[in-house]
């Protein structure tokens, strides 16, 4: 059982800059990936990060080279730094792991709310 725990959101105001970080207990295959997703009111969850167990990244068409996920596995942390930061960025956070064997469970976080002001 793999449990997330997401932190480091809060208000700040357009322009400004937040890392949020996702630390995770229990055993994480070599292989996971880890990921952010966040969702607005009103709208789906969408893919803002991820990374693979062997470091590769990709980002959602949205960041726009404002935002970079990088991972600690020694201390099974994830991070997310994000810069510049925008009003539509504004949204509920998650941190989510997942393995890319179908049969193995995806675990996700609580999230964290990230509210950017104009």
């Known amino acids: 059982q793999v449990q997330l725990v997401e932190s480091g959101g809060g208000l700040v105001q357009a322009g400004e800059s937040l890392r949020l970080s996702c630390a995770a207990s229990?055993?994480?295959?070599?292989?996971?990936?880890m990921g952010w997703y966040r969702q607005a009111p009103g709208k789906e969850r969408e893919l803002v990060a991820r990374?693979?167990?062997?470091?590769?990244?990709n980002y959602g068409e949205f960041v726009k080279g404002r935002f970079t996920i990088f991972r600690d596995n020694p201390n099974n942390t994830l991070y997310l730094q994000m810069n510049s930061l925008k009003p539509e960025d504004t949204a509920v956070y998650y941190c989510?792991?997942?393995?890319?064997?179908?049969?193995?469970?995806?675990?996700w976080g609580q999230g964290t709310q990230v509210t950017v002001s104009s």
């Open positions: 989510n792991v997942y393995d890319p064997r179908p049969w193995m469970p995806d675990y």
């Open positions: 229990g055993r994480i295959p070599g292989i996971a990936g």
């Open positions: 990374i693979t167990g062997s470091g590769a990244t």
